[in-house]
């Protein structure tokens, strides 16, 4: 291991360690400050050749180190399961004007798991904004803690009107996105609810976002749901119009 990779190995158990009670913090140190003390004491008697209390002040010593070492590793597996609820980009949308509210969008996926046959694919928008549909799973904490994180469907892809008389009056645009549903794990959910109590919650999820001439969005997922976030100049000063 170089300076560089023990710096950032440092700095993450740093970073760990500041989001714990400083209660568990304080806890940890005493308990390896205990450990410390008593393997120096333990040397310190196998140098006098006091063999008895040299040993025994020695294996409490590393018991005491080895607990400390043993909380540290699950200060370091929580700081994980913090990491693994990070944003994970999904897709990417570009706009193209193609007429009074017409808009041609390109959606790129940047997580292929879902579509690995399809890295991109472009449709036709009617109205003056997008809208991008989910089915999302969560799963308790302590499954959570085991590496599942929130699972997604993406659903369809919709145009909307900015008016509701538009919306009334005008045609409408919607796609499907979910490809090859195979075991539909939403509606098992649904219907033996009372023996999935491990998933915390299932809810659809949506985002939408103001359509314009060479706009750009990113959407993001979280164990929340669905975010959108302009991607480019354009889809800003769409936004600040909105």
Same mark, same amino acid.
């Given at each position: 291991?170089?300076?560089?990779?023990?710096?950032?190995?440092?700095?993450?158990?740093?970073?760990?360690?500041?989001?714990?009670?400083?209660?568990?913090?304080?806890?940890?140190?005493?308990?390896?400050? #205990?450990? *410390?003390?008593?393997?120096?004491?333990?040397?310190?008697?196998?140098?006098?050749?006091?063999?008895?209390?040299?040993?025994?002040?020695?294996?409490?010593?590393?018991?005491?180190?080895?607990?400390?070492? #043993? +909380?540290?590793?699950? *200060?370091?597996?929580?700081?994980?399961?913090?990491? $693994?609820?990070?944003?994970?980009?999904?897709?990417? @949308?570009?706009?193209?004007?193609?007429? $009074?509210?017409?808009?041609?969008? #390109?959606?790129?996926?940047?997580? +292929?798991?879902?579509?690995?046959?399809?890295?991109?694919?472009?449709?036709?928008?009617?109205?003056?904004?997008?809208?991008?549909?989910?089915? *999302? $799973?969560?799963?308790?904490? *302590? #499954?959570?803690?085991?590496?599942f994180n929130a699972m997604y469907r993406l659903e369809?892809?919709?145009?909307?009107?900015?008016?509701?008389?538009?919306? $009334?009056?005008?045609?409408?645009?919607?796609?499907?996105?979910?490809?090859?549903?195979?075991?539909?794990?939403?509606?098992?959910?649904?219907?033996?609810?009372?023996?999935?109590?491990?998933i915390d919650a299932y809810?659809?999820?949506?985002?939408?976002?103001?359509? +314009?001439?060479?706009?750009?969005? @990113?959407?993001?997922?979280?164990?929340?749901?669905?975010?959108?976030?302009?991607?480019?100049?354009?889809?800003?000063?769409?936004?600040?119009?909105?």
């Open positions: 291991m170089n300076t560089s990779e023990l710096q950032q190995y440092l700095q993450e158990i740093l970073t760990a360690l500041a989001v714990l009670d400083p209660g568990i913090v304080i806890a940890i140190g005493i308990i390896l400050v #205990i450990g *410390v003390i008593l393997i120096t004491q333990g040397v310190l008697r196998l140098w006098q050749k006091r063999l008895l209390a040299a040993g025994f002040r020695g294996v409490s010593g590393i018991i005491f180190a080895g607990v400390a070492v #043993i +909380a540290l590793l699950i *200060v370091m597996n929580i700081y994980t399961y913090h990491r $693994l609820t990070y944003e994970k980009p999904l897709v990417k @949308l570009i706009f193209t004007e193609q007429g $009074l509210q017409q808009y041609r969008v #390109i959606l790129e996926y940047l997580d +292929a798991a879902p579509h690995s046959q399809n890295k991109q694919e472009e449709f036709l928008l009617a109205g003056d904004e997008w809208q991008l549909d989910a089915r *999302v $799973l969560r799963w308790k904490p *302590v #499954i959570q803690l085991l590496g369809r892809l919709n145009g909307r009107y900015a008016e509701v008389s538009d919306e $009334l009056s005008q045609p409408r645009t919607v796609y499907p996105l979910a490809h090859d549903q195979g075991l539909d794990i939403w509606s098992l959910t649904q219907q033996f609810r009372q023996w999935l109590d491990w809810y659809g999820s949506a985002a939408y976002l103001p359509m +314009a001439d060479k706009a750009e969005y @990113l959407v993001v997922i979280n164990q929340s749901g669905l975010l959108a976030r302009p991607a480019n100049d354009v889809a800003k000063q769409a936004l600040q119009q909105w």
